[in-house]
């Protein structure tokens, strides 16, 4: 991502979060390690710092109520709601892995103030987790804090990769030994499979693709012209989306609302949502927004006609401007990350969106299966069709032979639309969802 932009969307979600938050009162850190270090850059990466610079959180900073009881390690909803208040960038800034917000949220604690924890309900224990990041880019925010922090930000640069090794140990030990020596956290977390999205029970994931997709078709002003990069329909395990889109049972994707989408729209929406996203708005902004991240997409951006503020070079192509809708998830996503998904068995090692495809894909080539099987009489017609993972067999009064003939050739043609569609998609110049080949 250009600098520039980068810059632009920081900024941009710095206002919005000021809106939603009001300035943290200027809270001293009173952690003395964290006091005397100051560094002027970062070790993260800058894929990983412009990853987490889009977004913003709409939780209060003092913290809005949060489900009892304190202690739940086995949660998944209470670690997402911990999680969520570190999702603010002017709040928590990005940490190495050790000692994420990932690794805070498991042992109970909440972001409450600028770089600080707390375990809210529990012990009362707060702490402040700095490594004094200083982002080049974010010049306002450096001075905000140097001339808060103490002056020694020149004589560190030497030796700051030890001294910073050396304080990401002193927190890793204090994500534990932080809390009280009676604190429930301090002696259990959340598993290490706490992060896990169920998107394998069909009770599960159907309704929350159904309700991902219909809130795409909400703002599908503001996808229509976006350039997407998708996960890869290379396996023999996942479909194209456009096949999806005409194969799936018509009650998965439910009814697309009161305004009649165009198929286009529809794929669109369809190949965002398989994505883990969802569409929203905010002070008439329209994003893509991940509940399990809390990663927030602002699309203006991506339009076609949008021209960064502070642009100076123009040598960085069309790329920059592509959603990619895996990488776009913060680092520790599932949607991304296989090791915080960590499914087991034949899924092992896949992320939550190679799994969702995966098992979408194979509810589509069942309904497809049993319309080819009502066809042909309740003949098994099972050559070109994989196994389904949750397999169940129709119970509804088969329909007569015109009716699946009907069906069939309606399915057809709606197919055959999708695919003009998408050929003519994939001649224009960009990859727009060109991993969708057949
Ligand atoms: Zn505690
Ligand atoms: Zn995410």
Redesign the pocket.
């Known amino acids: 991502m250009p600098e520039a932009m980068a810059t632009t969307k920081r900024k941009f979600y710095k206002a919005l979060d000021s809106l939603q938050n009001p300035p943290a009162t200027a809270t001293r850190p009173t952690e003395p390690a964290a006091k005397r270090v100051r560094r002027s850059t970062s070790t993260t990466s800058t894929v990983s710092r412009n990853a987490s610079a889009p977004n913003t959180n709409n939780v209060k900073g003092d913290g809005t109520a949060r489900p009892p009881p304190n202690f739940s390690p086995w949660s998944h909803e209470t670690f997402l709601a911990r999680l969520k208040t570190f999702s603010s960038v002017s709040l928590w800034h990005p940490k190495p892995e050790a000692i994420s917000e990932v690794e805070w949220a498991k042992r109970g604690w909440v972001c409450v103030d600028v770089n600080t924890v707390a375990c809210r309900g529990g012990c009362e224990k707060r702490l402040v987790v700095s490594l004094a990041f200083a982002e080049r880019t974010s010049i306002e925010q450096r001075v905000d804090e140097a001339g808060e922090v103490h002056d020694e930000q020149d004589g560190v640069e030497d030796d700051g990769s030890a001294m910073e090794d050396a304080l990401v140990e002193r927190y890793r030990a204090l994500v534990v030994d932080g809390h009280a020596d009676t604190c429930l956290w301090r002696k259990a977390g959340c598993k290490d499979d706490i992060s896990r999205l169920q998107v394998v029970r069909p009770t599960v994931w159907q309704p929350e693709l159904r309700k991902r997709y219909q809130s795409l078709h909400q703002i599908c002003d503001a996808i229509r012209d976006v350039k997407l990069k998708a996960l890869p329909h290379d396996t023999t395990s996942s479909l194209p989306t456009e096949r999806l889109l005409a194969d799936l049972p018509a009650d998965v994707l439910g009814p697309p609302g009161e305004e009649q989408p165009t198929p286009e729209d529809s794929l669109k929406a369809l190949e965002i949502a398989l994505h883990?996203w969802r569409g929203s708005e905010d002070s008439g902004n329209e994003l893509l927004h991940?509940?399990?991240?809390?990663?927030r997409v602002g699309l203006w951006m991506y339009q076609p006609d949008y021209k960064p503020a502070h642009s100076s070079s123009d040598d960085d192509g069309g790329d920059s401007a592509t959603i990619d809708l895996v990488e776009m998830?913060?680092e520790h996503?599932?949607?991304?990350n296989a090791g915080t998904q960590k499914s087991a068995g034949s899924l092992s090692g896949l992320n939550a969106c190679y799994i969702l495809q995966r098992v979408v894909s194979t509810c589509a080539r069942e309904q497809r299966r049993r319309s080819e099987e009502q066809q042909k009489g309740g003949q098994v017609a099972d050559d070109d069709v994989e196994q389904g993972e949750e397999g169940e067999t129709p119970v509804s009064p088969a329909p007569s032979r015109e009716d699946v003939e009907r069906q069939d050739k309606e399915r057809e043609s709606r197919l055959k639309k999708l695919k003009s569609l998408f050929t003519m998609k994939r001649k224009s110049a960009k990859p727009v969802i060109a991993t969708a080949a057949r």
Do not use: K
């Open positions: 883990g991940c509940d399990a991240c809390f990663q998830h913060r996503c599932p949607w991304r």
